[in-house]
């Protein structure tokens, strides 16, 4: 199982932009899906946006338009580009990895939006 750590969350002011990174501790080359949910307090799990091996996206509909998922096979890494950012994305940021029938959780990252 891979594991995953994930880094650049914190604190923004509403409007501003963060960028969240993820590092996975093998190759993802044969990694089928990486990505991004969110977990906000009282909520449920949410997705946010992945990405297949194929370059294919998938976004939530509350973050289209305003984030950005990609990954780079050279470090192994998935980002996610946050822009425009508000209150309501407040919430724990986790990195997810598919691998067939596998799957991978990091342990999370905050972001907090507020003025």
């Known amino acids: 199982q891979v594991q995953l750590v994930e880094s650049g969350g914190g604190l923004v002011q509403p409007g501003g932009s963060l960028r969240l990174s993820c590092a996975a501790s093998?190759?993802?080359?044969?990694?089928?899906?990486m990505g991004w949910y969110r977990q906000a307090p009282g909520k449920q799990r949410e997705l946010v946006a992945v990405?297949?091996?194929?370059?294919?996206?998938n976004y939530g509909d509350s973050v289209k338009g305003r984030f950005t998922v990609s990954r780079d096979t050279a470090l192994n890494t998935v980002n996610l580009q946050m822009n425009s950012l508000k209150p309501e994305d407040t919430a724990v940021y986790f990195c997810?990895?598919?691998?067939?029938?596998?799957?991978?959780w990091g342990q999370g990252t905050q972001v907090t939006i507020s003025s």
């Open positions: 990405i297949s091996n194929t370059g294919n996206t």
């Open positions: 997810y990895a598919a691998r067939g029938f596998s799957r991978s």
């Open positions: 093998q190759s993802i080359d044969n990694i089928n899906v």
